[in-house]
């Protein structure tokens, strides 16, 4: 009888115990990630900021934005975007800056270079030979029931004429 | 005649996989955490960073400006630093010309390494707060800027330069320039 009372408390306490093992760990863990605070001079300059941290690609830690990530780079970029912001710099400026940096990578909405033309052009070139192949198709389906139509066209009219010829006989 | 355009038509599903297979195929053996520097090509940019043994005393592009040379950027909190800085020594002893740019590291320890493990660098630079790390497209360590006399960066390294990498292929990107 003690030895289940003893295991009915042991099954309880395990989760209660991790979950508060875990209430204690995560707003530590939450401080560690660390907040920065920028100060700007007006609301425009910060909006242009946070649409381009937002835009703006982190190279080391390659599928987060640089107001994502939490690397050293990453912070970097944060803090050179903000000093260009409150500069006085455009959105384009302080692109243009880090695109001479770090190349087209950093930018989420990449320009139309040599190189990514295809990726511009592509789905157009599918599109209209998609629709060139349709026109194609129904032409020749089109040929077809022509030809169809000239042969057949004759044997109906020789069973028409074998018809209406029997039908007078009788 | 009709046959043939036929045999040419039910081909192009085949051509497209073809050119398909080979982008993918491309992509298992290219390593897309490396970057190509957009400054090959061009000038280093203008900086000034103080020397690492003498803080007051600082350096500018002019010292690009001498001779072909290697930019090797490291820092103490980089484990591949540790094992690239012993081939550097080796290179420096035979007589290749490098400049080293400490990044984003703690001055007493970049010291420390420098005095323990031998320093294989003609210069070095202090860049405490990575700014000319930015400047440079620096996105992590080590990396190396292969520079020639007049101070226009050819090609850039991304990790650690070893004996295989170096007798492969960077050797050859070295001797090239002028």
Known sequence: MSTYKNRCFNTITLPVLLFAIFYLISPVSNAAGSIESFEFDNAQKEDVFHDLTKQLRCPKCQNQNISDSNAELAKDMRNKTYELVQSGQSKDQVIDYMVARYGNFVRYDPPMTPATIFLWLGPLLFIMFGVWFLFRLSKRSNEQDSSFDELESQRLKDILEKETSSNKES | ?178
Not at chain 2, 37 to 45: H, I
Not at chain 2, 57 to 73: C, D, M, R, W
């Open chain 2, 1 to 178: 005649m009709a046959d043939k355009r036929r045999i040419l038509t039910l081909l192009i599903p085949l051509i497209i996989f073809l050119m398909a297979c080979f982008f993918l195929f491309k992509g298992l053996y290219t390593d897309p955490r490396k970057l190509e520097s957009v400054l090959v090509g061009q000038d280093v940019p203008e900086f000034n960073s103080p020397d690492i043994y003498d803080l007051e005393k600082s350096h500018g592009t002019e010292i690009f400006k001498k001779q072909k040379l290697l930019l090797n950027v490291w820092a103490t909190w980089c484990p591949t630093c540790y094992a690239e800085h012993q081939y550097l020594n080796q290179l420096a002893a035979e007589g290749i010309y490098i400049i080293g740019m400490n990044y984003k590291d703690n001055h007493t320890k970049a010291i420390k390494w420098l005095t323990d493990l031998k320093d294989p660098y003609k210069i070095s630079l202090f860049d405490k707060d990575g700014m000319l790390g930015l400047d440079l497209g620096v996105y992590g360590a080590p990396e190396t800027f292969f520079i020639d006399s007049t101070g226009v960066i050819q090609y850039r390294h991304v990790g650690d330069i070893n004996a295989h990498n170096w007798k492969n292929e960077l050797s050859a990107i070295y001797e090239n320039m002028e």
